[in-house]
């Protein structure tokens, strides 16, 4: 860090002595110009020019350098009251020193050489300035550091005598360390021990502890199976009640079987439900949500099948007393008018009697001698009119004529039978109108 002082300040002293004179000069030409500026006439012409040169020559070229000497030549000449030829801003030198006359030109020419000592001075001016402040800081940073060097010194010293203290310490903690180390290993040994002892005991106790859990969960699954087992029993006992009831009637008598049936088989349903689920891994509240929704659906079930056999029974069933009443009553019917056939038919037999007794009995001897077969000729308005009073009932028809038939058969056996002849005699009985001409067997032989 000394070292670093000294070399700037050597740098500064050589940069100093070497440009001296030229840095009397320009102070000299730099005091003047101020002079000149404050002036009240010409003052603000070389202000113009002093405020230009301090901001042109922190980029000095020669541009810039020509550019200063235009203005001061503008402001001498104006002073001395001589004309200036017009040099706008942004114009080139050479436009601007082009129509010169000599006079201007040498005042020029010489403000040229003043404007280079004048911005080298205060170029000299500004580093010198910066080299005094960066010297001031320098020191400043000098003495900080040798102020902390000082103090690290003494953190140093500090630091030693701490260091001394706490090795000192470390050799009293190194030996309490040992005393500690053996102690720990009696402990150590001792909490071995001891946590053997606990080790054993806790195994002991969780053997008591498994076999407790297991009585209670033994109790547990017991106290669920008899609870469920009561509440079956009462459920389906309900349900035998219920189907009894249900079929205690004609129509559904049918299902009272069937219904027992679902009883039944739902008992031994939930009978395995339970089962199954007790042997099962779950929990205690598990197996009973478990128990309780199966039962509750197979129960469900169980009533909806029965509801439905019960339905199909109801709606299949046949009244057969009702039935049976209803077949007699139409047999009743029919023997009444079976009987009512049988008078008819006996009425028109006797009446077909009567009319052949009332006949000549010649004819009979004619017959008995002549004929073999005989044909009997009834008027049809007589069987007609022994007709009339059945013969409005259509129901009745097949049966009156049938019974008609079969009396008029037994009359014309009865009638062959009573007669003792040598030759059978064959009897057949037409129904003639009363409006034909009547046959006779007479006629044959004419």
């Known amino acids: 860090m000394w070292a670093t002082a000294f070399l700037a300040v050597a740098a500064v002293v050589c940069a100093v002595s070497s440009d001296s004179s030229l840095e009397d000069k320009g102070r000299v030409e730099l ?50 009251g001589r004309s200036f ?30 404007a280079h000592s004048i911005c ?32 690290t010194q003494r953190m140093a010293e500090d630091l030693v005598v701490a260091q001394s203290a706490a090795l000192k310490s470390q050799e009293s903690i190194l030996r309490n360390g040992e005393e500690l180390k053996s102690t720990l290993q009696d402990s150590t040994q001792g909490l071995r021990d001891v946590f053997a002892e606990m080790r054993h005991s806790a195994q002991e106790q969780q053997v008591a502890f498994a076999e407790i859990f297991n009585r209670v969960a033994f109790l547990q699954s017991f106290i669920m199976s008899e609870t469920h087992t009561f509440s079956s029993l009462f459920y389906n006992a309900l349900g035998f009640g219920a189907s009894f009831l249900l079929t205690s009637v004609r129509r559904t008598a049918g299902a009272r079987f069937f219904l027992f049936g679902l009883v039944a088989l739902n008992i031994y349903l939930e009978r395995m439900i339970c089962k199954t689920v007790l042997e099962s891994e779950d929990h205690g509240f598990q197996q009973m949500e478990k128990i309780a929704f199966l039962v509750g659906l197979l129960r469900k079930s169980m009533v909806l099948i029965g509801c439905l056999v019960l339905l199909y029974f109801a709606l299949r069933y046949r009244n057969i007393s009702r039935e049976s009443l209803e077949i007699l009553k139409e047999l009743k019917e029919t023997r009444s008018d079976l009987q009512q056939a049988l008078q008819k038919a006996e009425c028109l037999s006797a009446s077909v009697d009567e009319w052949k007794r009332s006949r000549p009995k010649h004819w009979q001897s004619k017959w008995e001698e002549r004929d073999d077969s005989l044909v009997v000729l009834h008027p049809s308005s007589a069987v007609n009119a022994a007709l009339s009073t059945f013969s409005a009932s259509p129901d009745t028809r097949h ?48």
Not at 41 to 52: F, I, V
Not at 85 to 112: G, H, I, L, R
């Open 85 to 114: 030829p017009e040099c706008p801003e942004d114009s080139d030198v050479k436009t601007c020193t082009q129509d010169m006359d000599p006079v201007a030109f040498n005042t020029y020419t010489e403000f040229f050489t003043h």
């Open 120 to 151: 080298h001075y205060l170029q000299s001016e500004r580093w010198q300035q910066r080299a005094e402040n960066t010297i001031h800081r320098l020191t400043e940073s000098s003495a900080g550091v040798a102020e902390q060097l000082a103090s």
């Open 31 to 80: 005091q003047r110009v101020r002079e000149l500026s404050q002036q009240p006439r010409y003052g603000e012409c070389w202000s113009r020019a002093l405020e230009k040169i301090q901001s042109s020559c922190k980029e000095f070229s020669d541009d810039v350098q020509s550019k200063i000497a235009l203005y001061f030549t503008h402001c001498h000449l104006q002073r001395s």
């Open 399 to 446: 049966y009156e004529t049938r019974s008609t038939s079969e009396a008029l058969k037994r009359r014309q056996r009865h009638t062959s039978g009573s007669r003792s002849r040598t030759s059978s005699v064959t009897v057949y009985s037409v129904l003639v109108d009363d409006n034909e001409p009547r046959y006779s067997l007479r006629s044959r032989k004419s």
